[in-house]
């Protein structure tokens, strides 16, 4: 069953606040339409009787840790389901894979004390170096043992990704001139990545 039939099947409402944490790439860097404003569409039409309302808490730069330290924005939000997306920054900044793991843990345990909501972990994209590539996927593959250990789905983003690259869309065709974020048409596939378990 997905998410959202979990949570109307379990609420008995047909109202679903979706709260988005993340960095840049839920914020939707220089973009008109990021993921989350795709997202939306796509939900509003596969569900056309639910009321979506999307809270967006992206902010650029952000870690895993900044995220912990915000948390109570999102949980104030009192949504039904929960993103959580992060690994990037942390990857690049210094932050250690055992502190990253430990922020995404304390980020799902403090909205599961918080709150009766489902929580849907995301990797990020795929970055166009093979060594920087290496680096980000062993974090993807920190969020995808998170996800196992608390039994929270994850979506994962750059596997998607990868699977459009190997059917012949350019890598470069998805992201803007730094390599790492996101065009639109790379946050639409970052949408329909996470419609999969929605």
């Known amino acids: 069953m997905s998410l959202i039939n979990t949570i109307i099947k379990n609420t008995g409402k047909n109202r679903v606040v979706i709260a988005a944490l993340g960095d840049s790439l839920t914020y939707g860097w220089l973009v008109s339409k990021g993921y989350l404003d795709f997202l939306e569409e796509m939900l509003n039409e596969k569900y056309p009787d639910i009321e979506i309302l999307i809270k967006n ?80 996927e062993s974090f993807y593959q920190i969020i995808k043992e998170c996800g196992e250990e608390f039994n929270v789905p994850v979506a994962g983003v750059h596997e998607y990704w990868k699977k459009k690259i190997s059917s012949g869309t350019s890598h470069a065709s998805l992201v803007q001139g730094d390599g790492v974020h996101p065009v639109e048409k790379g946050y639409r596939f970052m949408a329909e990545a996470v419609m999969e378990l929605l």
Not at 80 to 87: I, M, P, S
């Open 57 to 136: 808490h992206g902010v650029p730069g952000d870690t895993a840790g900044d995220g912990l330290r915000r948390i109570s924005r999102v949980t104030g939000d009192k949504p039904d389901l929960c993103f959580v997306q992060f690994a990037l920054n942390d990857a690049f900044t210094g932050i250690t894979p055992e502190m990253f793991k430990k922020n995404i843990a304390q980020i799902i345990l403090k909205i599961q004390n918080s709150l009766p909501a489902e929580i849907l972990l995301l990797t990020s994209v795929p970055v166009n170096s093979p060594y920087e590539n290496r680096i980000a």
